[in-house]
């Protein structure tokens, strides 16, 4: 298994199962100075935690994250930070529980993937790496980017807006608005009418021993103009990578996205204006912030499609590897009925990790051009104040 | 401008510009010994290369490819491929032409991000590096991937499915009836009455000087299970990195997608079974053959969504960079009235290069792995003779 | 600080400071199916850790090992391994005692550049990442790394072949009698002789509060033909690359590297021949089995020159940072007379990291490959088998 | 094969062969507004070139750069720099020619290796990538790098301090007397009374049908302070990787390197001062300008160790692969009885290229750090007039 690192300036390594000893993740790109502990790190991990809500899978882990380098004295040093969250259930406790199930795997699950790749030594025991439990660490990392990108003027949002079909509100309302009211509701969608009928919709599945599926809108606020490189690195190549390596994330799209495809060229354009204080501003923001691969100024939108928990309380068919028979596999009842709202953090970290990684990459960049380079020159101190994006 | 290179072990860079000299493409990680000459990249260049029909921009181009590097008497020596493709217009006849427009960008266009991001330096001829033409490198090096996919079994077909708001029945055609009609009509859509409605309203939009979006599906045929790695290299995810990295794609889905976001867990969940050979199969394929980030030997099933083409010949309003004012754009007659048709090939080179760079890393592990590993020494010679794919 | 990451395919991240909290180590590229346990890595560590000889620092730290991630019932599973290794002394325990030193570099110490490049942020306790306690994540990698290598039937073995001037006959030792000889002294020169030479001027030096360098010398025997790709990641720039990054390491040579420059070419080349079994042969290895960047199939062979440690215990010219004045720097108690030693488990890791990484990455090449290509088939299974290493 | 790219941010991937068509060049990480024309390229090339002195290869080739992409109106844009040159004498000249020796590899050289592991799909016209040929690659691109790093002071220049044994003063020359002197002789030993003894010596040795080995000394000045990270990609282990991958280069070492080892560390240990502007500086330059891996903003001095061309003129004893027979390989007469001289704009391009790669990355760093760190934000605007190098 490769495939472990994620970015290429802001860099992060992640390793840890379901049930092993712990998380780790390692993050270089750290600027140092700035001040960090743990209490910038936790929220964030609380939000994800499991079994908070009737929508969450029963499991008990503190999550509890410790800093373990790159700080001192409260405060970073440039070296890479390390990042360590034991595991309180641990396979020990859970091994015998898991060794029966372990021949038939869950369909619609990683699983039977995990077996046909890494044959019978896959780690069996909660799912290993294929677990929710991986997006923790996504999701510390994804804390410390945050912590950096503010200082950047730079806030990322996330939210459910559509569950099981019932669409929402939730796109319409401001930044404000869903600040307001995001964490008001376990499923996190900020429609406080629309996450009521979610709600009761997703309890009523859960008591049929179903999940259901949904989406998560996340707005980018406050990148400046020049983010993602313009061939393989677009800024939305680059989330599209992040967001689609979240495990049950089957879709990605970048402003109105799959509507884009069925417009007219002058429908779709975003009309590009100077505002009363000469700064360059869009009327419309069909793009979602991306023009070229690269950001506008203006917000960056992207929406992406959960799939329903695979691990469902009915009876369906399977098979066995070890007898190479078909066979029935049992209700499973330890499960979330959805992971739509939980997902919302694991979201929000990997734009996080993909934004902040171009964003060095292009003020190396600017750092190296600048140097003759006078138009540059003028707009690099602050890029925002001069083409400001809108502010609706 | 970083971000020119794709892959990790089939690696690809490639430059050039729209009116620039030339593009030249570095691709390494070709295996030794196979024939290779430019009659396996010409064809798929003449499927992208505009000006040869009503629904192409006019421009002119040969799109004439030549491998200076990495064969030798007609065989592949192991050393990468090169590959040179000269301009036949270039900077030298347009840049008066297009020195009047280079101060008021197109809405809609990657022209104002240019600016924003490389200053007054940005190649204003024909949208530099943002110009469709660069995509004529990558179907080059998809050209060279299909080849030796084709010596793994692996197939990858792309078409369109639908093309402003006008939808098919393209996803529920055989291999075989895509493979018999997708070239008969330019828009390349391979249900045959559906392509004459949108033939019909692409040119009626075209004759009101705009243009249109629509939805590109994609399938690979054939990927051995195991392909693609568990985390953050997820095949899901290099494949949505690649093709949201193609000029105007808005979105990405895998399997169905957004569709699965509506569903029940139970609705979506793909079983699994042992057929009366054996051999492992899943009854459906709403996953698209990717379970955890890893193909589980079933047909690999992408769409995307493209924006329709920003270029239109009406009146549009836009700012003069020069001048800083707010200006209104003429017309631009030169243009494609959609870029679905054309698109295709470049959607099929991104699929290739992503999953053949996973492929490879995938032999990689398990040629280490093996050493040890009798399970997966007996999966390995022909993963596929033992986990052979549903054949529906 | 970015850089915390060496290797392609596998690829290894590490962080952690002299007195942070703890090294976390993640290694990608295990292979599934392979025994390990703190025990396969602890002893390597043991060699490597301070305060155990009177050549060491009399630091104590117990530097135990454990396995947090990737192995399941004592066997890997595939995914990353993870490790973890607290640190005893922490800066809690030290900060104040170091703060007094803060602002004096010592001369020849990687302090004032860390200043130069971290500001006053800089980790100052014990030299924070700069400190050799960065070495012990190596070490522990490598283990690893000689675990994979083992079933390969590979071995690496370094040991010191020069102290302050002190040559020795090290280099012509078999394997055998270096094996035997290596841990006799702490000084781990093979040549039991020349080892007590070292041993008593090194502690003589001591003795005058001053320190001494010296050379490793490193060989890996059972490299199949073919590790090492052919441009710039040759076999012998990966090597240097790694080994080049260990702290106080100045100079890397291949083969007889400097001796080789001041030869002929009739000298200097290996002749090939075939021996009475036909398999391929040289009759010298001045070339310390890399040509070209690929392996031969004879021995490597590298050596590195070790400076003396810089941290002296007499008075050394100066500055004050903070004060910006020119001081004297008191002499310092706690420190290696020579590290040589204690840097052949390190040197060893490297060699290990490099040759392991690049024989991942050919057996992804080769896999792939052989497809068509009989030729290689018949070489592939075991290399080895065809194209024998010498084994004089 | 792979590892045909060097660099992270400012990075390079070539391809070609001796005979084949073209070697192609392309760079990212060029800064727009840059100019730059093919004569800011040629005259590097020209350096390398052969056929001009009774020391290369009588081959002739004009080595004729085209620049194809990434710029316009004679200045960059941002985009990959493409960098094009066709070679003259191709394999259609030569592929019968050389078909006689292909199963006979020379002793020393590459083919070998090769053939072992591309098999008899190797490109034996001339060694195919195993050519000193591919070296132009590296110069062209190094002579792109050299135009971008004259605009942050940054000058490199390499020489001969070494042939055959026969020593020079080269190392003792003021960088003004190395300026003055370098192109005086065909071998670029600026010590001209060493130079004549080397040139008498080595026409002798040419006479006998041999070739000599020597060492290159390279010095990097102006580069700041801050550059190279921290562990595994220290500015010396990345400078070692560069030139560690030039074909023939056997050993590196970093300001006194071997010379080191031999030493107590108070000799060793160059101590710092503020001079009279209260300007940091050295009192000597043991280290070579690097410290714990990051420039100390004084010059950077390495050496590396050329072995003699594999290629001889006298019987060697070989093996034909064919065959699989033991057999005399007879005198090859077209050889460059040494490549000293031609080595050094290789070396140079390959210091640059390490050298700009992590001035990039480190800008990158600083642009972020800043945002809080006032000391950095003092620091960062020139670091040179702060912590100005020594000027001695």
């Known amino acids: 298994m490769v495939g472990n690192v994620f970015g290429r300036a802001f860099r992060v390594m992640t390793c840890g199962e379901s049930y092993g000893?712990?998380?780790?993740?390692?993050?270089?790109?750290?600027?140092?100075?700035?001040?960090?502990?743990?209490?910038?790190?936790?929220?964030?991990?609380?939000?994800?935690?499991?079994?908070?809500?009737?929508?969450?899978?029963?499991?008990?882990?503190?999550?509890?994250?410790?800093?373990?380098?790159?700080?001192?004295?409260?405060?970073?040093?440039?070296?890479?930070?390390?990042?360590?969250?034991?595991?309180?259930?641990?396979?020990?406790?859970?091994?015998?529980?898991?060794?029966?199930?372990?021949?038939?795997?869950?369909?619609?699950?990683?699983?039977?993937?995990?077996?046909?790749?890494?044959?019978?030594?896959?780690?069996?025991?909660?799912?290993?790496?294929?677990?929710?439990?991986?997006?923790?660490?996504?999701?510390?990392?994804?804390?410390?980017?945050?912590?950096?990108?503010?200082?950047?003027?730079?806030?990322?949002?996330?939210?459910?807006?559509?569950?099981?079909?019932?669409?929402?509100k939730a796109s319409g309302l401001t930044v404000e608005q869903v600040r307001a009211n995001i964490e008001k509701t376990p499923l996190r969608c900020p429609d406080l009418e629309a996450a009521q009928k979610m709600i009761d919709d997703t309890l009523q599945v859960k008591d049929d021993g179903d999940t259901v599926g949904g989406v998560v809108e996340c707005r980018a606020l406050g990148v400046p103009p020049g983010v993602g490189e313009p061939v393989f690195d677009k800024l939305s190549a680059r989330i599209a990578y992040g967001i689609m390596s979240i495990p049950s994330v089957k879709g990605i799209e970048v402003g109105d996205g799959f509507e884009s495809a069925k417009r007219l060229g002058t429908e779709d354009n975003d009309h590009i204006y100077f505002d009363d204080n000469k700064k360059l501003r869009f009327r419309t923001n069909h793009s979602g912030g991306i023009l070229g691969g690269i950001s506008n100024g203006d917000d960056i939108i992207v929406r992406c499609a959960v799939k329903p928990t695979s691990t469902v309380s009915v009876d369906q068919p399977s098979v066995n590897m070890q007898s190479m028979e078909n066979v029935i596999l049992s209700p499973i009842t330890r499960r979330d009925p959805t992971i739509c709202g939980r997902i919302v953090p694991v979201v929000e970290a990997m734009v996080r990790l993909a934004i902040l990684d171009l964003l060095m990459v292009n003020r190396g960049y600017q750092a190296v051009a600048r140097n003759d380079n006078p138009w540059l020159d003028h707009l690099a101190p602050r890029p925002a104040d001069v083409w400001s994006p809108p502010q609706d």
Not at 26 to 48: F, H, K, T, Y
Not at 101 to 107: A, E, G, H, I, L
Request: aromatic letters at 6%; a negative charge.
């Open 21 to 168: 000893g712990a998380l780790l993740i390692i993050c270089e790109g750290v600027p140092a100075g700035m001040e960090l502990s743990e209490n910038d790190i936790q929220p964030e991990l609380d939000r994800r935690r499991p079994g908070q809500t009737e929508f969450d899978s029963p499991r008990q882990e503190k999550d509890q994250i410790q800093i373990v380098a790159g700080v001192q004295e409260g405060k970073t040093t440039g070296a890479p930070v390390g990042l360590l969250m034991f595991n309180v259930d641990t396979q020990m406790k859970h091994i015998d529980e898991y060794r029966s199930y372990k021949d038939v795997p869950r369909p619609g699950h990683a699983e039977i993937t995990y077996f046909m790749k890494y044959g019978k030594w896959t780690d069996w025991v909660g799912a290993g790496r294929a677990s929710g439990r991986e997006t923790a660490a996504r999701v510390a990392a994804g804390a410390l980017a945050k912590k950096i990108l503010a200082r950047e003027g730079i806030e990322v949002i996330g939210y459910v807006s559509e569950i099981h079909g019932i669409a929402s």
